[in-house]
């Protein structure tokens, strides 16, 4: 074989095996029905309520995947992060990205998001508050976060008046709900979210590159509504012993990459708040794959294995919360969940 056939051959392999890796990465990470026993199925008096769209006297919450949860009691409305418009990896690779005002419109349509009082926003990356300025405008809604999330509003003209900055420890009253912003910590960093700490400066214009969505500091939310109280934590990081002291009802967790974290990161995030705020339910979030447009009438996809391995991670969840007696619901569609 001559030295050409030889290096020919080489190229063709080596073509072939990054096909064959970017492919095996691209692929989602398990399947969200492998999970069945956990998924939440709304029963035929939540399905009637469902198409009453309010639901009087009855505190639910809607999944739209990664950590954006509208709470409802039906007279008041709070939203926690805002990504509704979940643009494809090649767009957010090769692109900069921007709300898709037109889908905005028609969720604010179909949740009714008229009775929208305020969105919370747990940092400022781009898969938790891209579409934060649009709610703004298009609703007069309170946004309230870091100095970087309002820089987010103020990039989309939402008018000050709108715009809180987050007291962190105080708590805000919106109707029934009262919501406490408790300082966190991000998921350990990436090379693509390589910026945690660092700070949205200016008044961010759309569109924007999503690297330009710095992190701004990370927060968690503790909401009580009557006598229910909810700890809502997007990311998988945590200030040792900052959740001490509470106890609540239902937790939403943020689970991304925590497949991707050594045993001892792992038993430390779940000890730090699972055993630590022993709720009766626990809501993985931060799950699904958001490069993906919200689906409407199926589940949620696993993220690929290019940012997790989402099976594992939701598999540790659910065996430490079980051992725990903790009941996992898994909501893969923006369905009324009631919160009892
Ligand atoms: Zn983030």
């Known amino acids: 074989m001559n030295l050409k056939k030889i290096f020919t051959i080489s190229i063709t392999v080596i073509i072939f095996l990054i096909i064959a890796v970017v492919t095996f990465l691209l692929q989602p990470s398990g399947h969200v029905q492998d999970f069945q026993k956990w998924i939440y199925q709304p029963d035929h008096k939540q399905q009637n309520l469902e198409n009453q769209k309010v639901l009087p006297n009855q505190l639910t919450v809607r999944f739209f995947g990664v950590s954006t ?8 409305q709070i939203l926690i992060d805002g990504f509704f418009t979940r643009p494809s990896l090649s767009q957010i690779l090769f692109k900069p990205v921007h709300s898709d005002p037109k889908l905005i419109a028609q969720i604010i349509q179909d949740y009714d998001l008229k009775r929208l009082n305020a969105v919370f926003t747990s940092h400022s990356h781009y898969d938790h508050a891209l579409d934060i300025a649009e709610l703004g405008i298009q609703q007069p809604v309170k946004i309230i976060g870091s100095e970087s999330s309002l820089n987010i509003a103020r990039g989309g003209k939402v008018a000050e008046a709108q715009l809180q900055l987050i007291q962190p420890m105080q708590s805000m009253q919106f109707g029934e709900f009262k919501v406490t912003s408790i300082p966190s910590q991000h998921t350990p960093p990436t090379a693509v979210n390589n910026d945690l700490g660092e700070i949205i400066t200016h008044p961010l214009q759309q569109p924007a590159r999503f690297s330009e969505f710095k992190e701004g500091h990370s927060f968690d939310y503790l909401i009580e509504h009557a006598k229910q109280k909810i700890l809502v934590k997007a990311s998988t990081g945590i200030v040792p012993n900052q959740l001490k002291g509470i106890k609540v009802d239902t937790l939403f967790l943020g689970i991304a990459q925590l497949s991707r974290q050594s045993p001892e990161y792992q038993q430390q995030y779940l000890e730090q708040t699972i055993a630590t705020v022993k709720p009766k339910v626990v809501i993985p979030i931060h799950w699904d794959n958001f490069w993906e447009p919200l689906p409407l009438n199926q589940p949620l996809d696993f993220l690929p294995y290019v940012a997790d391995n989402t099976s594992k991670s939701m598999q ?23 919160i009892q």
């Open 316 to 338: 540790n969840l659910i065996d430490y919360a079980e051992k725990h007696h903790a009941q996992v619901q898994l909501l893969t569609q923006p369905v009324a969940y009631p």
């Open 69 to 76: 949860l509208l709470f409802d009691d039906g007279k008041t």
